[in-house]
């Protein structure tokens, strides 16, 4: 089984934050999956480049597809699969620390959803929403908006553990192999 994990933040730094994350997953997960951890770019294109790495990590895979994305590379990850049909057999979104991009400033339009983005996601696939209410990064009614505009989606309301969910995703790891 496969999982990919796209992450948050731009660059090396981001990319060594969510390292954290991704061995905490690899650890519960255990020796029957394979988690993917690519360097996502941070290029000054709208989307940072992110859009279509995302692509080509998900084409890279032959089998069955796990999606996991920490807070920007989250919000990248429903961009992707709201804009793009993907031919492969996704078993699950995962959406830790999702920030819910609004307002009208030039930098925020390559990140933004489109308003009818939920009808636009795989149909059938299971969505799971995480978010602690201690982020410092992300407010956590960011949460409340997706969960508004994802009624299918499972709610995850976390109490303690930050932004980087104490680095720990074992509950993640637990519903992946549960499905």
């Known amino acids: 089984m496969h999982v990919l994990f796209i992450q948050g933040g731009g660059g090396k730094e ?10 905490s997953l ?13 360097l996502m770019p941070d290029e000054s ?21 796990f999606l996991v994305g920490h807070s ?16 492969k057999n996704i078993k699950g979104v995962f959406l830790i620390s ?30 799971f929403l995480y978010h602690c209410r201690d982020d410092e990064v992300v407010p956590f009614d960011h949460l409340l908006l997706y969960a508004q505009a994802l009624p299918q989606a499972s709610v995850r309301e976390i109490a303690r ?9 074992s509950f993640v790891a637990k519903e992946i192999k549960s499905l």
């Not at 553990?161 to 995703?169: E, K, M, P, T, V």
């Open 14 to 23: 981001d990319y060594g934050a969510d390292a954290k994350l991704v061995n």
């Open 26 to 38: 690899r650890e519960s997960l255990g020796k029957d999956y394979t988690v993917h951890y690519p």
């Open 45 to 65: 294109s709208p989307d940072f480049g992110r859009k279509k790495q995302i692509a080509k990590e998900i084409s890279l895979i032959k089998d069955e597809i």
């Open 72 to 87: 920007l590379g989250a919000s990248m990850l429903l961009n992707y699969l709201s804009q793009n049909e993907v031919k």
């Open 98 to 127: 999702t920030p819910f991009w609004s307002g009208d400033e030039d930098w925020i339009q390559g990140l933004k959803l489109p308003k009818d983005f939920p009808g636009k996601l795989p149909i059938n696939v299971p969505i």
């Open 161 to 169: 553990g930050g932004h980087q969910l104490n680095n720990d995703l």
